[in-house]
């Protein structure tokens, strides 16, 4: 089969970087233009035995950067992820000429509080409106108005692929905050931070930020039933107009 030039970007993986055994991040660079809005999704693609298979990837660094990461997680029994890393700098893949999605910072709405809640690789997203943000800061376009809030959930501590980045945006920027939350800590003695799954945390800290559905926007990334529970309590607190909660849904759980 041959792979359309028309509808497809052959990019090269410029750099691997490893953050667990099954976490990892690759920047790639395409032969074209791809312009995107912090928030949007690729579709990457890989060919084998003359079939293509394809699946949507959040885009985790800022549309001024000259590549496009993506956060991934193996998944063993995966159709396209174990393909995926097996791949090293250096090595093509297909991206679709045409990035997609809807999960995007609505700064036009009113509401100046934005309640980023995730999964692992659900904080991708995230990660590109920091990035996106800190660069139009930097350049006195951005005036700091609107207020960033991240919870970021593991199971473990090393699942945290930005955390330090992330950390250091928290420490220079006054409109961001950021708190890492793990589910699992027994084995961790030495971790400092929060306790808990990322919707286990999200009232206490919510009413810590002083965050209600009059001031906030919400957006929830990742695992399924994060998002189911996370989107319960919200509705409870009165995030129920159209538009007070975005989601994406990174997969259908298994009935
Ligand atoms: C808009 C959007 C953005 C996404 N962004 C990312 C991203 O940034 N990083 C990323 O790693 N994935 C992301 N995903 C998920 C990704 O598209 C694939 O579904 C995932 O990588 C698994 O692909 P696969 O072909 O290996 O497994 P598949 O063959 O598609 O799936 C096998 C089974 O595993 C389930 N499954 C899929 N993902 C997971 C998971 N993470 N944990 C447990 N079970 C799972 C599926 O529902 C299915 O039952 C996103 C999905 C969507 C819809």
């Known amino acids: 089969m041959a792979t359309s030039d028309e509808k497809f970007y052959h990019a090269r993986i410029t750099k691997r970087a490893d953050f667990a055994p099954d976490l990892w991040m690759f920047r790639i660079r395409s032969d074209g233009e791809f312009n995107f809005v912090p928030g949007q999704y690729a579709t990457l693609g890989v060919e084998e035995g003359g079939k293509r298979i394809e699946r949507p990837y959040s885009i985790a660094s800022a549309p001024s950067e000259d590549e496009v990461e993506f ?117 961790h003695e030495d971790w400092p931070g929060e306790i808990g799954r990322a919707d286990d945390i999200l009232r206490k800290y919510a009413d810590h930020w002083e965050l209600d559905a009059s001031n906030t926007v919400a957006y929830l990334c990742g695992h399924p039933e994060m998002i189911e529970h996370s989107k319960a309590i919200l509705k409870r607190r009165g995030f129920t107009d159209k538009g007070a909660i975005k989601e994406e849904v990174y997969w259908v759980p298994a009935k």
Do not use: C
């Not at 093509?92 to 690789?121: A, D, W, Y």
């Not at 997203?125 to 970021?152: A, I």
């Open 71 to 187: 956060f991934f997680e193996l998944v063993p029994e995966g159709a396209l992820t174990p393909l995926l890393y097996k791949m090293q700098a250096g090595d093509q893949l297909l991206m679709r000429k045409v990035p997609k999605g809807r999960f995007s910072l609505e700064m036009q709405n009113g509401r100046k509080n934005h309640l980023l809640i995730s999964t692992v690789t659900g904080v991708a997203p995230f990660v590109s409106y920091v990035r996106t943000l800190y660069r139009e800061w930097k350049e006195g376009r951005f005036d700091g108005t609107h207020k960033l809030y991240l919870l970021n959930g593991a199971s473990r501590p090393w699942e945290f692929g930005y955390k330090d980045e992330l950390s250091q945006f928290d420490k220079e920027l006054p409109w961001f905050k950021y708190v890492p939350t793990v589910s699992r800590p027994w084995d």
